[in-house]
């Protein structure tokens, strides 16, 4: 695999698949700071930048990202030129009329259905446009989309900076060090278990929050060999709902037509021994059903990490809505939620296995 600085770029066109799908294009979220270096790098090389990303509503919309480009343009980058295509005349036109250090900026990738569904075609016509493909979007790579997957097979490619720190800070779940405790919250139980089962091997204890902790204290998820149970620890108080509002209960008072919306304030003074107790910690998921307000244990959870000396890796994706503020060095934020999954209970993702093939 190529490694990025080692490249010489000048003058050579350079497509960047970029993930700034963020809410209202803020400027200031980590997906897009973090992959400033790798873009300021290219353009300091004397190369032609081609940016490209994604961009999808939570209701499927697929909007323009030209006021995303104005926003890049009048924050970070004052030469940047927007193209109304992806590709076509007008971009060709553009990118051939680029200097060295200079930068266009595709349309949404997601405009052309070819994207979503890897088509061969629509990845070629997006390969004619450089010479060089660099996947800096790790928090997409779990999905087998066009210009993750298919562009580095016609190109010379590479990781850029802030995928290859994703993935030497997460590796090091692989060896953690000891005690090593796993957090697990948020929602869609099965697309968590395959990571509570991968590691719950090699972690010293679990911790269940979130719609996960709900199913197994209400039988949802029944036990299985497949996971190290006596690892696993679940919150001994709940919140739940109730026509009076909120309210604190006994997990083991739980039965299987309630509703658990948030880890209980006992719980979490016990989680808090047990994080001072580790060296390495793993969360990935909220606690509490945020959508309805449900976020303390979420944010008390925060509190104890901030304060822990452990080395402590934290998932994106919704967990990345309480995480504002500045953190010590030994956390480390990563910018995928889903790929972040994927690449613990895999060890890979399609985006990185696409780019060792060569």
């Known amino acids: 695999m190529n490694h990025l600085r080692k490249i010489k770029f000048r003058n050579k066109r350079v497509f960047v698949r970029v993930d700034f799908n963020v809410p209202n294009y803020d400027m200031h979220a980590p997906r897009i700071i973090r992959t400033l270096p790798t873009i300021r790098f290219l353009l300091r090389q004397g190369a032609k930048v081609i940016l490209a990303t994604h961009a999808e509503s939570n209701d499927k919309k697929i909007p323009s990202t030209r006021e995303l480009a104005k926003k890049l343009k ?6 940047l030129i927007f193209s109304p295509e992806l590709f076509g005349g007008k971009t060709e036109k553009l990118v051939a009329n680029l200097r060295p250090g200079g930068m266009v900026f595709l349309e949404n990738l997601r405009i052309d259905p070819g994207e979503k569904k890897c088509d061969k075609k629509f990845a070629r016509n997006l390969s004619k446009l450089a010479d060089f493909y660099i996947n800096e979007a790790f928090s997409v790579s779990h999905r087998s989309h066009a210009s993750i997957v298919l562009m580095p097979k016609l ?3 590479s990781m850029g900076m802030l995928f290859e720190n994703e993935v030497k800070n997460i590796s090091r779940a692989f060896r953690p060090k000891k005690p090593f405790l796993f957090i697990l919250g948020g929602g869609k139980t099965e697309t968590k278990l395959p ?3 991968a590691l719950s091997k090699t972690a010293d204890q679990v911790l269940l929050g979130g719609i996960i902790a709900n199913d197994f204290l209400t039988g949802k998820v029944k036990p299985s060999r497949n996971f190290v149970l ?12 109730t026509s009076d509002g909120k309210k604190v209960m006994p997990s083991n008072e739980i039965n299987s037509s309630m509703r658990i919306y948030d880890v209980g304030p006992e719980s979490l003074k016990e989680w808090a021994n047990i994080v001072k107790m580790s060296r390495f910690v793993v969360w990935n998921g909220p606690l ?32 990345a809505d309480f995480l504002e503020g500045k953190f010590p060095k030994n956390v480390f934020i990563s910018t995928g939620g889903g790929a972040m999954l994927d690449f613990l209970s895999n060890k890979t993702l399609p985006g990185i296995e696409a780019l060792k093939r060569k």
């Open 74 to 79: 009048s924050k970070y980058f004052g030469s």
């Open 155 to 157: 190109l010379p490619s």
């Open 195 to 197: 990571l509570l089962y």
């Open 230 to 241: 006596k690892k696993i620890i679940l919150p001994h108080d709940v919140v739940i709902e």
């Open 288 to 319: 509490g059903f945020m959508e309805k307000g449900y976020i303390e244990g979420t944010k008390k959870l925060v509190s104890i990490l901030k304060k822990s000396k452990a080395e402590i890796i934290i998932g994106g994706g919704d967990t």
